[in-house]
Structures are given as C-alpha cells and as structure tokens.
C-alpha cells in the first residue's frame, strides 16, 4: 500500500485502487486509518521502518495486522494468481494473455467506475 499511496501520490497510479479494494479497505480497518490518512503517512515516511515506526507510534494493533497478514494467503487465494499475471510474475498461457489482453482495453474505465461504487475509507 506505500507504494500505491506515492504512485497516487505523483499521478502514476493508473488503473490501480488505492483505498478501494477489499484487500486496502481490510487494512485500513485494522489499522483504524483513512486512505488520507495513511497516504499522508506514508508519503512523509522516505522508509518502510519510518512507515512503522509512524503506524506504531499512531497505536497499531500489530498482533491484529500480522494475525490478517498471515491469513492473507488463504483469505485471497483466487486473487493472488490473477495479480501475479498482470503484474508479470506468472507466465500466461495463450488463453490467459487473450483475457488480460481483452480487460486492459477496458481497465482504466471499469476502475474508474470501481471507485465510484466502492469509495475509500
């Protein structure tokens, strides 16, 4: 999430949602922050030890965050094969590159309306 708050930050996060998803809205919670709040964090922070260093001095529920990073795996099981082929981590076999090929023409809209429909904390 740092790093979509400085991509958001510079005008170079794109389609990407930065305070939308499930995924920023569930850590968001627990940490008990805005999406504002936490972009200005994290832009202030030059560091991810400063980032902490700042969370944990807001009062984070460390236990309660590393108890939801470690179900992460599980809980988004289906998502985390789709975003390591966008992001090129996974090689995508013909039909996969035909569907990502397919959505990218109509990523930046459908995002678009994402944020609209599913506002940031």
């Known amino acids: 999430m740092r790093d979509k708050a400085r ?3 510079d005008g170079t996060l794109g389609p990407y949602l930065m305070g939308h998803s499930p995924v920023d809205k569930a850590a968001l919670g627990i940490l008990g922050m805005t999406t504002g709040e936490f972009m200005s964090l994290a832009n ?4 991810d030890a400063s980032l902490l260093a700042a969370l944990r001095a ?7 965050l590393r108890g939801w990073s470690e179900k992460f795996p599980r809980t988004y099981s289906n998502l985390i094969p789709l975003w390591d ?3 090129g981590y996974l090689r995508a076999n013909p ?6 090929a397919s959505f990218k ?3 930046r809209p ?6 609209k429909v599913s506002p940031a904390p």
């Open 7 to 9: 991509m958001s930050a």
């Open 44 to 47: 202030a922070a030059p560091d």
């Open 58 to 64: 807001r009062g984070m529920d460390e236990d309660r």
């Open 85 to 87: 082929l966008d992001e």
């Open 95 to 100: 039909v996969q590159r035909a569907l990502i």
């Open 105 to 107: 023409t109509v990523e």
């Open 110 to 115: 459908v995002m678009a309306l994402f944020r």
